[in-house]
Nanobody
Framework: QVQVVESGGGSVQPGGSLRLSCAAS????????MGWYRRPPGKGRELVAV???????NYADSVKGRFTISRDNAKNTVYLQMNSLKPEDTAVYYC????????????????WGQGTQVTVSS
């Protein structure tokens, strides 16, 4: 089974920056897309940004112009650079590896990380 591990969360003041990292490891043949989702306090999980293997990206409107997602296909790693952070960005951020296929297997599946807390507060 492929595993996904996030790092880089923490606490920051409004207007500050953080960089999240996520690495997938295991018997990986291909990962179609890697993305970041978040669950704000008391709310459901929502898309933040996703990047496909061809480099195409999609962002939530609330983070456009402030967050940048990037991916290193060779390392099966995805990054989320978060600038101009706002209190409403406070959430648990989850990394998701989408449509993961393993060497020697015909099927694919999605794989989630355990989440990392981001708190934006003065």
């Amino acid at each position: 089974q492929v595993q996904v591990v996030e790092s880089g969360g923490g606490s920051v003041q409004p207007g500050g920056s953080l960089r999240l990292s996520c690495a997938a490891s295991g018997n990986i043949f291909r990962i179609y897309a890697m993305g970041w989702y978040r669950r704000p306090p008391g709310k459901g999980r929502e898309l933040v940004a996703v990047v496909a293997s061809d480099g195409s990206t999609n962002y939530a409107d609330s983070v456009k112009g402030r967050f940048t997602i990037s991916r290193d296909n060779a390392k099966n790693t995805v990054y989320l650079q978060m600038n101009s952070l706002k209190p409403e960005d406070t959430a648990v951020y989850y990394c998701k590896a989408e449509r993961v296929s393993e060497l020697g297997l015909a099927s694919w599946y999605d794989c989630w990380g355990q989440g990392t807390q981001v708190t934006v507060s003065s």
